[in-house]
Structures are given as structure tokens and as C-alpha cells.
């Protein structure tokens, strides 16, 4: 196993090479205010079985877990995803691994809804087939946290009495994005975790060591540089592998990079949805007077995940003049389930996934210090019945970024801290730059819940009891008087009522 602890500050915070402390089997840390990753590297042998043997029917496996809490991010930890659990995959040889359900659903818990991965996941709408490196299919649902992680890794990955490794699981609860990749060419599983700060916020202060691990554990702390070229990202800092060397050693280096801030840092945007929302939610995406591409030949892009109780139309989203009312340029892909008369119930894959251009005003129509926005409709099914008459549903803020093109030649496979498969990226050429803009949610959580109106299923059952005993009593009151009616028939017929109608006469 393979360990790399990457800590980023700010270049303005000030950071002495005297707080770090260089020990035999360890490395001291002191009153350091930055960001932190660590990036565990497994052997597949590593892993439980049962683990591993899902993993051996995958030719390709990426996890990706986005918290729905606001974070700053920090280059170059910049990319980003829709709150909640993306996994994308590759089978082997075009089949589907029967026990990536089962093994899904144990890590990270029950509201993974999936049993056979050929009738949830999704094939994602790549342009071209260029562009290999995507992976085949797609899954996402909303999961808050990741305490069932954590219990697994905890009870499946640690020994029993290795309470260092159950210390280290503990704090996924606290990342504010988790990656999970695996490949069968490398047959390494890897595990990063991004935090912004230490759980109870402040500096970190800590002892990282291997005394008790055979691990290999490189420990970076980096600052931002100046870059010479706008592509690339370029960090300083100190490098130390524990065990190894007996003092931090100085490093300065540079790569290109596919994801990076916007150049202006009122660069954000925000999302609401407009009320009333009914059963057509619309949601709205609002963008600062001073939001401007990069360069000239960049698109604004939004990327939804939707879980499958909505979904966009795209005959509505193809309306031209719908379009270019609502500030949108077109839909450049979209994957997953649309059908638009299905209820939530008859809908077997996860949802639907779009990527839209949007189409800015000119500067000429913006108003100095007025925002502009962009409404994206969305439609709810019909959900099942439930207590009380409501259903929440949560809508994911969707991600914002410019794309754009970069020199032809580019490697972007030489960043050690690139991230690829996160859902929209294999829908852009491989040397495609993306500038991200930041969600502004005032420290409030980038989900919005919708209260959707269903059947009340208590008032349900409590009036099908009258309503059951009403259609008993209809019912048998129809009969008796069907049956009395059959009587007099039958009766005058066969003559048998002439006497007593005599009798009645005299």
C-alpha cells in the first residue's frame, strides 16, 4: 500500500518550514491552515474478497462522492461534481459483473437502489467515439454522507485490533469530495479524499507516521505559483517521504491542467427554484453582470444529474424560441430515461444526466451590477403513494463551467492530481480546459428539497374502509332487488301469483 497526504495553502498564508518536523518513523505537523487530500493506493489483494471479485468483472470502476455542503476549493483541487454518488463503470468483455449491485449497496447502504446493473445504469451520450477514455455506463444517486462507508471500511478493510485504520476511516465522514478508481490494467485500487480543513475547522496539528505500517507515505505541503502558461498550474513547496528523508525537501514543478477557477473571482452563480413549482418545476441559474469567458472561443455549460422522479424534455429544450428566451443555446447531450408518461414507479434506470449551453447576453444588453439568469424547465413524475400526502424530492444544484479548447499539444496525463470521469468531462474533447464557476449558496446546502403532493396513503386506507363497506351495501341491495324483480317476472309467467291476486279482489 501506497499512501500521499497532499496538504495546499493559500500562497498569502504564511507557512515556516520550522512547522514541519521530521522524526524517525514520522512527520510533525503544526498550526497548518490548508486544504488536505490523502490518496490511498491498494494492491487488489489488498481488498476483502468479496470486494475484489466485483472488481475483477470490471475492466473500469470510478466512484465519485460530492458532499452537499459548501466548500471552498483550491487549486488544483478545483474539479467538481453534483452533490451526491456518481459511479461510472466498464464491464469486462461486455458483461455485466452480477455481484457490482450487491456490493454497491454494502459500502455505501440501502438507497442504492440497484439489483441487476444492466436495467439501472445508463450509457452516457458521447459525441464521438474518440473519445475512449469515457467509461460505458453511468449511476448516480443523492446520498448525503458516507457513514456506511465508513462502517465497511472499518469492518471489511481494518483488522480488528487495528485501531489506526479505524481512526483514519472515521475522518471520510468529514471529506468534502471522495474518489474511488479502479482499473484492470494497473489492478490498483485507489481511494482519495479531499477536505478543505480539519473537522473542527482551524489548523491542522498532527503526527502522521508508518511505525505500525509497512505503507509508503509521501507528505507534500505546496503553495500556488505563478504559471507560465494559462493551461498549466504551477506549485512550490516541500516534499517529505517518512522514513526516508530527514528533512523536508524543496520542490517546485508545473503541469497542465483541465480544471481551473474563473479568472474573475466574482465568478459564481446561484440556483433556485421558482415558485409556484407544481408538478413543472423551473429552475432558475443566476450569474453576475461580470461573468465573462476565459477567452472568446469558450461555451458556458451547466451539467444536471437527475434522479429519475425528474426529467427534462427535450422537445421542449429543442424550441428555438424557447431557447433563446430563457438565456439557453442548446442541449449538447442527453442520456438516461425521458420518457415523458411513465410514472416513477414503471421507470427502471436512475434518472437522466444533461449537459446545456447557455447562451450569455452580449455585453451591450448587461446592466453594470445586474445579474443575469437562465431558466432550465423540469418535469416531475408521478410518484408513489405516501404517508401524509408528501413526497420530497432532492434537486442537486447542477455545475457551472466554461469549456474551451486548448493548444494541440497539450497532455493533460501529466497532472498527478488530474481527475477524469466525473460525468460531463468525457462529453468534451480530451484537451478541453474547464473553468469552474462557484456556487454561491450563502452556507446553505446545494440540494433544494421539493415537496411533490401524492395519494396520502393513511386518508387512502382510512377511506377505503367506507368505501368498501358502501360498495359491499350498494352491491347487495342491487342484488335483492334484481332478485325481486326475477320473482315477479317468473311469478306472472307461470301463474302462480293469479290465485293470490283473487284473493286480494274479493
Given amino acids: 500500500m501506497r499512501e500521499r497526504i497532499t496538504f495546499v495553502h493559500e500562497p498569502d498564508d504564511t507557512f515556516d518550514p520550522e512547522q514541519l518536523l521530521v522524526q524517525k518513523d514520522g512527520l510533525r505537523i503544526k498550526h497548518l491552515k490548508a486544504a488536505r487530500e490523502d490518496r490511498l493506493t491498494f494492491s487488489l489483494y489488498d481488498l476483502p474478497q468479496e470486494l475484489w471479485r466485483a472488481l475483477k468483472q470490471c ?98 478493510i481494518c483488522y480488528a485490533a487495528n485501531e489506526p485504520c479505524k481512526a483514519k476511516a472515521a475522518t471520510l465522514r468529514f471529506a468534502d469530495y471522495l474518489d474511488i478508481d479502479y482499473d484492470a490494467i494497473s489492478q490498483t485500487f485507489i481511494l482519495s479524499a479531499f477536505r478543505h480543513a480539519p473537522p473542527e475547522g482551524g489548523l491542522w496539528d498532527e503526527h502522521i507516521d508508518n511505525a505500525e505500517s509497512s505503507a509508503k507515505i509521501e507528505v507534500g505541503v505546496l503553495a500556488s505559483e505563478k504559471a507560465t502558461q494559462p493551461e498549466e498550474v504551477s506549485l512550490g513547496g516541500f516534499l517529505t517521504v517518512i522514513g526516508e528523508d530527514k528533512k523536508p525537501n524543496p520542490t517546485l514543478f508545473s503541469f497542465p491542467s483541465r480544471h481551473h477557477h474563473t479568472f474573475s473571482p466574482c465568478s459564481n452563480y446561484s440556483a433556485a427554484l421558482m ?100 431558466d432550465i424547465p423540469l418535469h416531475l413524475r408521478y410518484l408513489p403513494p405516501a404517508s401524509g400526502g408528501q413526497s420530497s424530492v432532492s434537486v442537486p444544484w447542477p455545475i457551472v463551467f466554461w469549456a474551451c479548447p486548448s493548444d494541440e499539444g497539450t497532455k493533460m496525463n501529466t497532472n498527478p492530481f488530474d481527475r477524469v470521469n466525473l460525468g460531463y468531462d468525457g462529453l468534451f474533447g480530451p484537451r478541453t480546459i474547464f473553468y469552474h464557476l462557484q456556487a454561491a449558496s450563502k452556507g446553505k446546502p446545494l440540494v433544494k428539497e421539493l415537496q411533490v403532493p401524492v395519494l396520502d396513503l393513511q386518508g387512502h386506507l382510512k377511506g377505503m374502509k367506507w368505501v368498501e363497506s358502501g360498495t359491499v351495501a350498494v352491491v347487495l341491495l342491487g342484488f335483492i332487488w334484481v332478485c325481486w324483480k326475477l320473482v315477479g317476472v317468473v311469478g306472472r309467467d307461470s301463474g302462480w301469483l293469479r290465485p293470490i291476486a283473487r284473493k286480494k279482489i274479493e
Fill in 59 to 156: 475492466h473500469e470502476l470510478h466512484i465519485r462522492w460530492v458532499s452537499s455542503e459548501p466548500f471552498p476549493s483550491i487549486s488544483p483541487f478545483v474539479s467538481t461534481a453534483s452533490p451526491g454518488l456518481h459511479i461510472l463503470f466498464t464491464p469486462q468483455n461486455e458483461r455485466f459483473p452480477n455481484s457490482l449491485c450487491q456490493i454497491l449497496s454494502k459500502i455505501f447502504g440501502s438507497r442504492i437502489d440497484c439489483i441487476l446493473p444492466e436495467d439501472v445504469f445508463t450509457r452516457p451520450a458521447v459525441l464521438s467515439e474518440r473519445f475512449a477514455s469515457s467509461a460505458a455506463l453511468q449511476y448516480y444517486e443523492f446520498l448525503p454522507t458516507l457513514k456506511d462507508l465508513v462502517t465497511y471500511v472499518q469492518q471489511k
Fill in 275 to 374: 415558485h409556484p413549482t407544481g408538478l413543472h418545476p423551473t429552475l432558475r441559474l443566476a450569474f453576475p453582470s461580470s461573468a465573462y469567458p476565459p477567452s472568446p472561443d469558450c461555451a458556458l455549460h451547466t451539467y444536471f444529474t437527475l434522479t429519475s422522479s425528474l426529467f427534462p424534455d427535450k422537445h421542449q429544450l429543442s424550441s428555438p424560441n424557447f431557447l433563446a428566451s430563457n438565456n439557453l443555446h442548446s442541449i449538447r447531450s442527453l442520456s438516461g430515461d425521458t420518457d415523458l408518461e411513465a410514472p416513477d414507479w414503471a421507470v427502471s434506470k436512475w434518472g437522466s444526466a444533461l449537459l446545456l449551453e447557455l447562451a450569455p447576453p452580449s455585453p451591450m444588453k448587461k446592466n453594470a451590477g445586474e445579474r443575469w439568469h437562465a
